[in-house]
């Protein structure tokens, strides 16, 4: 099992910029990627980017794509996510997660609150 601790959401104001941190400990050996999804009011949970933890590889989602930028610190088993241009639409709970070699998103953090205001 992986435990997550997440940090950094907060309130905003559009087009400011905010950093997500993701600490990933306990059964770090096994994580095959890293996550963060977000979900909003009514909506459901969606994958925001996740990076692939040995290669680097990264995916985002088209709504996120040139404004976020994930990235990880292997040594301290942590991932963050550079959110710029931040839009009222952005607004959410934010959620890091971790993919076993499975491939399916088996651990997750309690969320984190981004509010962006227009």
């Known amino acids: 099992q992986v435990q997550l601790e997440e940090s950094g959401g907060g309130l905003v104001q559009a087009g400011d910029s905010l950093t997500l941190s993701c600490t990933a400990s306990?059964?770090?050996?096994?994580?095959?990627?890293m996550g963060w999804f977000r979900q909003a009011p009514g909506k459901e949970r969606e994958l925001v980017a996740q990076?692939?933890?040995?290669?680097?590889?990264?995916y985002y989602a088209d709504s996120t794509k040139g404004r976020f930028t994930i990235s990880r610190d292997s040594a301290e088993n942590t991932v963050y996510l550079q959110m710029n241009s931040l839009k009222p639409e952005d607004t959410a709970v934010y959620f890091c997660?971790?993919?076993?070699?499975?491939?399916?998103?088996?651990?997750w953090g309690q969320g984190t609150q981004v509010t962006v205001s227009s």
């Open positions: 306990g059964r770090t050996f096994s994580i095959y990627a």
């Open positions: 990076i692939t933890w040995i290669t680097g590889n990264t």
């Open positions: 997660a971790v993919a076993g070699n499975r491939g399916t998103w088996d651990s």
